[in-house]
């Protein structure tokens, strides 16, 4: 067993009264966050992109590059769990920060080479890079305040404002590129924003005491052999997936996408039935903690419904945004990846209302439970969806929608996400048998994983169908359940036994 927990203070310099480490791992996850939703704003684009233009892309029709980007935003996830376990067990996740951060920006790079193969390279290397980083960078931030309490708080809020900057100047950056000018200079763009992430993170290692540094009982040998096993392991499994993916591509295979995005999705399913009905069936809990345990379940499925619906902001939406919204302004076009900026930007000024609004709540004995807060959240995502359908209504490449409809529906979005996401990862921790706190953390990584997966294979259907149906389809899905969300909230929340 082993912990990677900081033992010393780290330097005695603030940062507007914090931890002065706290400034880099701010700007880290900024750089991060910014190439990471730099790209993801040009990559549906860029697949469907016919090859016979200027600005060419790859020539995917939307069922096939849905499938590719859902792939691609659900590993980014799933791939967190053993990003977790490595910074946990043979690295200390300082390193895994580190050594994350500089893959994502090789993927980036060979993204930016105009040859294909290298393309997909780039996307694998990025799911590998992000589950090493993206887990183990707000870890670090919890390892600068060893006495916990109020001031971890604040210094987690100040953290999530860097990773919202990043995701606002992001698309706005490498989209005016990518589509303005190249693809693969947008994706270079973002590859050069998360190098500058590294640098400073290097220059500011001092700031951070002993924070993120691995601790373990284990000795020397010990980690080595560890360490052999798992990365003949890992080996074994990239190549495997490298050699899966020549078949693919060369023919030998003739999977498509689609069937492997269903598959995983399929698996990712199985896989949680599974771990769930060992854990409550036999995982030698009490009946208080199975009863929870069930509370979680539930609390899955509905995360699951929700990020289906909300990660098409990257793949049907953004489509939606390129070829059916009127996005002129005077002589000036805007380009479609910027919408992508427009959640990250209500976050930060709808946030602090939220935060105000439950602490009012709360004083008046009013504060909605943690099943009500999901169900609340699903049913902003589905208005969100009603009103873009009906403005897509009337939308036709000739005549495209007023933008102002995706502005209005990222701002119910954006409420949704903040009845829903914030309240999820501090639900795990509530509600998990006390041995079992971060095995549960990770499952709500797999139930956004579970959810980009089959946001990828939905925003397939807005080529072969219409875009009003399709949005107002995924409306009705998202808002029946959290109606039942809703229904049953009183029920799901006496299994909570007294946990608020």
Same mark, same amino acid.
């Given at each position: 067993?082993?912990?990677?927990?900081a033992?010393?203070?780290p330097?005695?310099k603030?940062?507007?009264?914090?931890?002065?480490?706290l400034?880099?791992?701010?700007?880290?996850?900024?750089w991060?966050?910014f190439?990471?939703?730099?790209m993801?704003a040009?990559?549906?684009l860029?697949?469907?992109r016919?090859t016979?233009?200027a600005?060419?892309?790859?020539g995917?029709?939307?069922?096939?590059?849905?499938a590719l980007?859902?792939?691609y935003?659900g590993?980014?996830?799933?791939?967190?769990?053993?990003?977790?376990?490595?910074?946990?067990n043979?690295?200390?996740k300082?390193?895994?920060?580190y050594?994350?951060?500089?893959?994502?920006?090789?993927?980036?790079f060979?993204?930016?080479?105009?040859?294909?193969?290298?393309?997909f390279?780039g996307?694998?290397l990025i799911?590998i890079?992000?589950g090493?980083?993206k887990?183990?960078v707000?870890?670090?931030?919890?390892d600068?305040?060893?006495?916990?309490g109020?001031?971890?708080?604040?210094?987690?809020s100040?953290?999530?404002?860097g990773?919202?900057?990043?995701a606002?100047?992001?698309?706005?950056?490498?989209?005016?590129?990518?589509?303005?000018?190249?693809?693969?200079?947008?994706?270079?763009?973002?590859?050069?924003?998360?190098?500058?992430?590294?640098?400073?993170?290097?220059l500011?290692?001092?700031?951070?005491g002993?924070?993120?540094?691995?601790?373990?009982d284990?000795?020397?040998?010990?980690?080595?052999a560890?360490s052999?096993?798992?990365?003949a392991g890992?080996?074994?499994?990239?190549?495997?997936v490298?050699?899966?993916?020549?078949?693919i591509?060369? =023919? %030998?295979?003739t999977?498509? !996408?689609?069937?492997?995005?269903?598959?995983?999705?399929? #698996?990712? $399913?199985? /896989?949680?039935? *599974?771990?769930?009905?060992a854990?409550?069936?036999?995982?030698g809990?009490?009946?208080?903690?199975?009863?929870r345990l069930w509370?979680?379940?539930?609390l899955f499925l509905?995360?699951a419904?929700?990020?289906?619906?909300?990660?098409?902001?990257?793949?049907?939406?953004?489509?939606y945004?390129?070829?059916?919204t009127?996005?002129?302004?005077g002589?000036?076009?805007v380009p479609?990846?910027?919408?992508?900026?427009v959640?990250s930007?209500?976050?930060?000024i709808?946030?602090?209302?939220?935060?105000?609004?439950?602490?009012?709540l709360g004083?008046?004995?009013?504060n909605p439970?943690?099943?009500?807060?999901?169900?609340?959240?699903?049913?902003g995502?589905?208005?969100?969806?009603?009103?873009v359908?009906?403005?897509?209504a009337?939308a036709?490449?000739?005549? =495209? %929608?007023a933008?102002?409809? !995706?502005?209005?529906m990222?701002?119910?979005?954006?409420? #949704?996400? $903040?009845a /829903?996401?914030? *309240?999820?990862l501090?639900?795990?921790?509530?509600?998990?048998?006390?041995?079992?706190?971060?095995?549960?953390m990770?499952?709500?990584?797999?139930?956004i994983?579970?959810?980009?997966l089959?946001?990828?294979?939905?925003?397939?259907?807005?080529?072969?169908?219409d875009?009003?149906g399709l949005?107002?389809?995924?409306?009705?899905?998202v808002?029946?359940?959290?109606?039942?969300?809703?229904?049953?909230?009183?029920l799901?929340?006496?299994?909570?036994?007294?946990?608020e």
């Amino acid at each position: 067993m082993s912990t990677s927990t900081a033992h010393a203070s780290p330097s005695e310099k603030t940062w507007f009264g914090h931890p002065r480490g706290l400034s880099t791992l701010f700007f880290t996850e900024m750089w991060e966050r910014f190439s990471y939703y730099g790209m993801r704003a040009l990559l549906i684009l860029y697949l469907t992109r016919e090859t016979v233009v200027a600005n060419p892309g790859l020539g995917f029709d939307a069922a096939t590059a849905g499938a590719l980007y859902g792939l691609y935003t659900g590993l980014v996830y799933l791939l967190a769990l053993p990003g977790g376990w490595v910074a946990d067990n043979l690295w200390g996740k300082r390193k895994s920060v580190y050594v994350g951060g500089w893959i994502i920006a090789a993927g980036h790079f060979s993204m930016a080479v105009p040859f294909e193969p290298l393309f997909f390279i780039g996307l694998f290397l990025i799911t590998i890079g992000t589950g090493l980083l993206k887990p183990n960078v707000s870890a670090v931030v919890g390892d600068l305040y060893p006495e916990g309490g109020a001031r971890r708080d604040a210094g987690f809020s100040i953290f999530y404002m860097g990773i919202n900057l990043g995701a606002i100047l992001g698309p706005l950056a490498c989209s005016a590129l990518g589509e303005g000018y190249n693809y693969h200079l947008g994706f270079s763009l973002a590859g050069i924003g998360m190098v500058a992430g590294l640098i400073q993170y290097r220059l500011g290692l001092r700031h951070m005491g002993n924070a993120g540094e691995l601790v373990s009982d284990r000795s020397p040998d010990e980690l080595r052999a560890l360490s052999a096993r798992f990365f003949a392991g890992a080996g074994a499994v990239i190549v495997a997936v490298v050699a899966f993916g020549w078949a693919i591509g060369t =023919g %030998a295979l003739t999977i498509d !996408l689609t069937t492997v995005a269903d598959g995983l999705g399929a #698996g990712v $399913l199985i /896989l949680a039935a *599974v771990y769930f009905g060992a854990v409550i069936f036999f995982g030698g809990h009490d009946a208080a903690e199975v009863k929870r345990l069930w509370v979680i379940v539930w609390l899955f499925l509905l995360s699951a419904v929700f990020w289906s619906g909300f990660e098409q902001a990257g793949s049907s939406l953004n489509l939606y945004a390129r070829d059916l919204t009127d996005r002129m302004i005077g002589n000036f076009e805007v380009p479609a990846g910027w919408f992508q900026s427009v959640n990250s930007t209500f976050i930060v000024i709808l946030a602090p209302v939220f935060g105000s609004l439950w602490v009012w709540l709360g004083k008046r004995n009013a504060n909605p439970s943690l099943p009500a807060k999901f169900g609340w959240g699903l049913l902003g995502l589905a208005v969100g969806y009603l009103v873009v359908s009906w403005g897509a209504a009337n939308a036709t490449a000739e005549n =495209g %929608a007023a933008m102002s409809w !995706l502005i209005v529906m990222y701002f119910f979005h954006t409420c #949704g996400e $903040l009845a /829903l996401s914030p *309240v999820g990862l501090s639900a795990m921790t509530k509600l998990a048998p006390a041995k079992r706190v971060g095995q549960m953390m990770g499952i709500w990584f797999v139930s956004i994983s579970l959810g980009n997966l089959i946001a990828g294979r939905v925003a397939g259907l807005i080529e072969g169908m219409d875009p009003s149906g399709l949005f107002r389809t995924v409306a009705m899905i998202v808002g029946g359940t959290g109606l039942v969300a809703l229904l049953l909230s009183p029920l799901v929340k006496r299994l909570q036994g007294g946990v608020e």
